[in-house]
């Protein structure tokens, strides 16, 4: 693998919507599946773009957008079989789409009307984590659990379990994440850490963090590194199911690094122009993941010519169900946060519970 920035990308589907082929990866599925990870994309990209529109109108605090990373999301998050345990950072919208999850549940957090967020058995995945990194030793943990319960590496491909865990370039310099690929590599834990390198970590460009691709870390931690085009939804699913069925067939750790880009801000707290020239921007939308699996389909004649207009309208459908659930989010009751703690509540919890509906009645009585 070269050190140019974009070197040895595994990409089966080009900027301009061509199919190609790569000795080591294929893509297993056919062209309604194709049809089914465009209507993922697009109707998360909705969702983001609803997201933030709610943010600018003051009815949530924060929103981290994903527009431009739809395939590294896509790709992966469908690559997770059901039983998988997904472990997101904060700005996997898309991921959660794939999962299942309502997307009202990450309105909520970012509305700060969710005290405890959803608990991870929704789809199996991790409630989002906002300390930069923290969450790759919370899923290696997770990871460890797994192989003592002898819930993988059967042989049953069915039912074995792995973690699939996300964070972003910048993350890879906290010491969480170095200390988690340690870990993962010295248990030969079923993981596969999905790195979306969307080039900037806030202001910090992904050059100043590494002075080589992410991938080639991987190598001092003893696992396989593999660079993704990240905008390219059939490789990374073609990659992450390959890394997601080795972990699981207990052939230990792997990493991944989806070469994207984040075309919006940071967070909707953040001004981008001040850091990024608009050049940049501007090549990265000739790569868009969503308008080259678009120009695929039209050129294959396999989805009906009414089928990118019913989708938009069927994204608009969602978002709209999103925004006006989310203005209906009511506030949360303090007391509910005592009943997340843990899986069952202690006897300290259950008194703490108690003390705090003492001490808030006391209030309401003045
Ligand atoms: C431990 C910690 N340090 C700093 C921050 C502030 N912070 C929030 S996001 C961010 C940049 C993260 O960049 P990256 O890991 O590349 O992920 P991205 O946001 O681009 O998806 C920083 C420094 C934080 N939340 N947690």
Known sequence: MSDTPDSGLVQLLTPEGERVEHP????????????????????????????????????????????????????????????????????????????????????????????????????????????????????????????????????????????LAFFGDGATSQGDVNEALVFSSSFQSPIVFLCQNNQWAISVPTTRQSRIPIARRADGFGMPGIRVDGNDVLASFAVTSWALDRARAGEGPAFIEAFTYRMGAHTTSDDPTKYRLNAELESWKLKD????????????????ASFF??????????????????????????????????AEATEHIIEQKAAYIDYASSFEEE
Do not use: C
């Open 309 to 342: 207009d019913d989708l938009a309208a069927q994204a608009d459908d969602v978002a709209a169900d999103f925004r006006s659930r989310t203005l209906a989010l009511a506030d949360p009751l303090l007391e509910d946060s005592f009943d997340l703690v843990h």
């Open 289 to 304: 993941p969503i308008e080259r699996v678009r120009a695929y389909l039209r050129r294959s004649g396999s989805v009906a």
């Open 24 to 163: 080591d990866f294929s893509f297993p599925g056919d062209d309604e599946m194709i049809a089914g990870f465009l209507r993922d994309m697009v109707i998360a990209r909705r969702i983001d773009s609803e997201g933030t529109a709610l943010q600018r109108q003051g009815q949530l605090g924060l929103w981290a957008s994903m527009t431009g990373q739809e395939a590294a999301q896509v790709g992966s998050g469908r690559a997770a079989k059901k039983q998988d345990y997904v472990v997101p950072s904060y700005r996997e919208t898309a991921v959660a789409w794939v999962r299942g999850l309502d997307p009202v549940a990450l309105s909520a957090v970012f509305r700060g009307v969710d005290l405890g967020a959803w608990a991870g058995n929704d789809g199996n995945f991790h409630p989002y984590t906002m300390v930069v990194g923290s969450q790759a030793l919370h899923a290696v943990g997770y990871a460890m659990g797994i192989t003592a319960d002898g819930a993988t590496a059967t042989g049953n491909p069915d039912t074995d379990e792995a973690v």
